[in-house]
């Protein structure tokens, strides 16, 4: 496993993570997790991603059992929370238990490391900007928190360009810790805010990705170009959006079109999709890690061997994915519009 640092901060995390949307306490119990967790912890992984609005805070409970279990020392590993969307599905939260207001900042805080079963969260994240709390409030909570020592890096997910340097100045003039990272969504098929809208935040605020859904909830993989399989993220209860977007919408045509080709250029170099999707998020230096998400042993394992592909990932094969990815406008939005985080 290689290292790389979160941004410009010192916190040297391992270029693969591992994160628990949709699979932790739905298609992954607490046993499971425990021995996905030992294979990333044998693998170098350090990073575990969570957030309160997954599964209704069910999944930090499952992660919390799971790490405990295999009681690695604390300062050997790094977890995180996101706050914003409530513990209660489809956003039905009280107006109290959701936000970015100072409140449901510090009480979610508070929540998650007690789910997570630890004294502090190293990473923790507003999960999406809130039109309704000012930005200066939420940078005065996360400063708050890191102060106490319950928080040890602040960031955003799928905030603006805009808003990351509103709130990153706003600290800076007023001596307050600036967010360190951004979690946004960056894949073959979604690549336009991760490479253009965040470019200079990279140069001139040092800023960190934790990069989310490098595989498209499973686009990537190629599984779905011959119709949806039993049992896929596709199928399940509450991820009817996935079908749609995937299967039935003119853009998901156009992106299913798109892994067919990458798919024949996989073939060509006698490698799987899989591990030509994830090793070519890692070519981008800007990426400071890789979530990985994983509902069966297999699956993790063959996605912690991806890095080793990247040695065929020539210049010249680059260039052929670049006229490939290139060919057509893949970028599908944000699930959460579709009531998804
Ligand atoms: P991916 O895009 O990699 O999708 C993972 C899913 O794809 C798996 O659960 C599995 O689904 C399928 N899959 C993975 N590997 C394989 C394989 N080798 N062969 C076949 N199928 C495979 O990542 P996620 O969407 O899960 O996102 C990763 C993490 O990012 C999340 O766990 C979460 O921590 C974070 N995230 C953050 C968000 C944010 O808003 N900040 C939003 C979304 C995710 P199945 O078997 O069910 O088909």
């Not at 990247?310 to 094969?317: F, I, K, M, Q, S």
């Amino acid at each position: 496993m290689k290292y790389r640092n979160l941004g410009k901060s010192g916190l040297r995390l391992s270029e693969l993570s591992f994160g628990s949307w949709v699979t932790f306490n739905h298609q992954v119990d607490t046993r499971l997790a425990e021995r996905m967790f030992a294979i990333c912890f044998d693998a170098g992984i350090n990073f575990f991603d969570n957030a309160e609005a997954y599964e209704a805070g069910e999944s930090e409970i499952v992660m919390g059992k799971a790490l405990r279990k295999l009681n690695k020392p604390r300062d050997s590993y790094c977890v995180s929370s996101k706050v914003m969307f409530g513990r209660i599905p489809n956003f039905g939260a009280l107006p109290t238990q959701k936000g970015l207001s100072r409140k449901h900042v510090t009480e979610a805080c508070h929540q998650a490391m007690e789910r997570l079963q630890v004294d502090y969260l190293d990473l923790y994240f507003c999960h999406r900007p809130d039109p309704r709390t000012p930005i200066e409030e939420t940078v005065w909570a996360m400063h708050n928190l890191i102060t106490q020592g319950k928080v040890l890096y602040w960031g955003t997910s799928e905030w603006s360009a805009e808003q990351i340097k509103e709130a990153y100045d706003f600290a800076r003039e007023n001596h307050l810790s600036a967010p360190s990272m951004e979690q946004p969504q960056y894949n073959m098929l979604d690549r336009k805010r991760f490479e253009e809208e965040y470019q200079s935040l990279y140069k001139d605020y040092g800023l960190g990705t934790t990069i989310w859904s490098p595989l498209a909830s499973g686009v990537l993989t190629g599984k779905y170009l011959e119709g949806v399989p039993q049992g896929s993220r596709a199928t399940l209860k509450g991820y009817e959006w996935l079908q749609k977007r995937v299967m039935e919408s003119e853009r998901g045509k156009i992106r299913l079109n798109i892994v067919k080709k990458l798919n024949e250029l996989a073939d060509e170099l006698g490698i799987s999709m899989t591990k030509l999707a994830l090793a070519w998020c890692l070519l981008n230096k800007n990426v400071s890690t890789v979530i990985l998400g994983a509902s069966k042993i297999e699956q993790l394992e063959e996605n912690l061997a991806s890095a080793e592909v990247l040695t065929l990932l020539t210049e010249e094969t680059q260039e052929k994915i670049q006229s490939i990815l290139n060919s057509a406008d893949t970028e599908a939005g944000d699930p959460a519009e579709d009531g998804v985080e």
